[in-house]
């Protein structure tokens, strides 16, 4: 679909989306098909947090009152006091990431890193990242095994961590029916996750794996809330919402690096503005044999591996 056309399409809201709902299914279907909706907005949310207006639709001052809502809830609901920021891509930067699997050891640092930095339900020792441990010589992904428990690296395997891929052309955005998920300049796919009806069909159209769904309310103590926040990115997420990596864009975006890439032992992670001629992931892109995963699907991968030759 063109960009024009794209423009022209009307902005689906949560209370058109439910009025289109409501004639579809007829008055009686439709009071019981929202029941539960009502039931948990209800228990769940404000008034104000129902309706509130789409990130891209609201003002500094609608987006600064929605903020200080959330940083009280956050206060009330976990004991914490925090600082929620809107940071905003920078103009030229592009960003991209590449990971050295020759030097990478299965140790998921980069994992726990996540966990931790990105305010992840403690209980479901959450994250964002995936690591795979695969047999060497093969790059067939549903073999690779995610739950390995034994010391490593194992002299037989190598290891591949995998998270969201920042595509180019990503399907994630493409079937959210309320556009709650979208690409923005940078190249971060980011979500609005006080818009996501937390449907899931951008989970289901993710070829990665790479989306999670908060099933119950995150459970993190007071004293282990990480409290540099952004807005789209690590702020406590609600439930029944949602997320996915965004390249710590509250770290990157103010010119520091994602914490998985510090937590990483072994240097395996690269990182940077792929639109800078000097930056290190640039470098790697233009001298190493680079590749990304199921390149076959046309979703442009931002994330590449390589191999030390």
């Known amino acids: 679909m063109s960009d024009e056309k794209k423009h022209s399409l009307p902005v689906l809201n949560r209370r058109t989306m439910l009025k289109a709902t409501g004639a579809t299914l007829g008055a009686a279907a439709f009071a019981v098909a929202v029941a539960p909706i009502a039931e948990w907005a209800a228990q769940e ?12 639709e609201m003002t500094p001052d609608e987006l600064a009152k929605v903020i200080a809502r959330l940083k009280e809830e956050t206060k009330k609901d976990y004991g914490a006091d925090v600082e929620i920021n809107d940071y905003r891509p920078q103009p030229g930067v ?7 699997l020759s030097i990478c050891i299965g140790c998921r640092k980069c994992a726990e890193a996540c966990h931790i930095e990105n305010n992840h339900d403690r209980p479901s020792n959450n994250s ?33 961590p995998i998270q969201c891929q920042q595509c180019a052309e990503p399907p994630c955005t493409d079937v959210c029916p309320v556009e ?20 899931r069909y951008c989970e289901a159209a993710c070829p990665y794996h790479a989306r999670r769904f908060n099933w119950t309310k995150p459970e993190v103590p007071a004293d282990q809330i990480n409290p540099d926040q952004s807005y789209l990115s690590n702020r406590v997420r609600p439930r029944g919402t949602m997320e996915k990596c965004t390249f710590c864009l509250h770290r990157t975006r103010q010119g520091r690096l994602p914490a998985c890439l510090e937590a990483c032992p072994t240097g395996a992670r690269v990182f940077g503005n792929v639109l800078d001629k000097d930056s290190e992931v640039r470098w790697v892109l233009e001298n190493k044999r680079v590749f990304v995963l199921k390149e076959e699907l046309g979703t442009r991968p931002q994330f590449f591996y390589f191999f030390d030759e």
Not at 45 to 56: A, G, N, P, R
Not at 141 to 146: D, Q, R, V
Not at 147 to 158: A, F, G, I, T
């Open 128 to 160: 964002y990242i995936r690591v795979l441990e695969m047999s060497k010589g093969s790059v067939d992904l549903e073999k690779g095994n995610a739950d390995y428990d034994h010391p490593v690296p194992q002299p037989d395997k190598y290891y591949m």
């Open 94 to 100: 592009r960003f991209a990431y590449a990971l050295n």
């Open 180 to 199: 709650a998920t979208w690409q923005e300049d940078d190249g971060i796919v980011v979500v609005d996750y006080n818009w996501c009806i937390g449907c």
């Open 45 to 56: 949310t404000s008034i104000d947090d129902f309706l509130q207006k789409h990130y891209k």
